[in-house]
């Protein structure tokens, strides 16, 4: 039996609570299991020099763990340079976010997803994405409210889930301790209508047989489509266009 009961194909428990930080245009808290995550969502009226009069807006991402998130073995503050993993966690936020809106929606505006675990157990990354993309639709909102953008822009609802292989088995939604074991972590982004955003296949020590992989892409679509379920319900609540 693995953590909360629940069955291989099974999601750990999953809530959002939105406008978790009051004094930002978008922000969400996530709790997945036990991983935690806050999201905020800051704007700034200026594009990267590429972008410049191009009338495209710029989305763009930044993780960090806390430094108890992890428990007792402290995760240093990461300050001046960031390490490799976050960098390449962030990279894989961003680039999922420039994907759900048309970028000229913005104007020549950036927004900023700042991703912090404030308790990791498995899935960060894909945590990080689910409340990154609620906080973003909320900044959305924000520029309506605030007549900044004339109309809510059209949003492709996105969601990320972990799937490990053990042994023949495929487990949905890993936590730590079953991440440690697993002999392959898939970690797979994907939209409403279930197309593939991002895939990311990892293995340890043993080579995935492509009849595993299909099945566990198959499997973390299905799964993407209850978390989207849920980010539609709490986005409507919202006041957000779904």
Known sequence: MRSEGRSALELRP??????????????????????????????????PHFLKRSGRGWITAEYAMLPGSAGNQRVARERARINNR??????????????????????????????????????????????????????????????????????????????????QEILADLDYEEDTRADSDINIVSDADGALIEVQSFCEGRPLPR?????????????????????????GEAGIPV
């Open 14 to 47: 999953i809530r959002f609570v939105p406008g978790y930080i009051r004094n930002v245009p978008g922000s969400a808290l996530v709790e997945q299991g036990h991983t935690r995550v806050v999201a905020t969502a800051t704007l700034e009226e200026k594009v």
């Open 86 to 167: 976050s960098g390449e966690i962030q990279r894989f936020i961003g680039r999922a976010l420039r994907t759900v809106l048309e970028p000229t929606a913005l104007g020549e505006r950036t927004i900023t997803l700042d991703a912090d675990v404030i308790q990791a157990d498995g899935g960060t990354r894909c945590a990080s994405l689910n409340a990154a993309f609620l906080a973003l639709a909320l900044s959305l909102k924000f520029l309506v409210y605030e007549q900044l953008i004339a109309d809510f822009p059209a949003l492709r609802f996105i969601a990320a889930v972990s799937v490990g292989i053990l042994g």
């Open 211 to 235: 009849n595993l992989f299909q099945r566990a892409v198959t499997l973390g679509v299905e799964k993407n489509s209850e978390i989207i379920a849920l980010q539609r319900r709490i986005a």
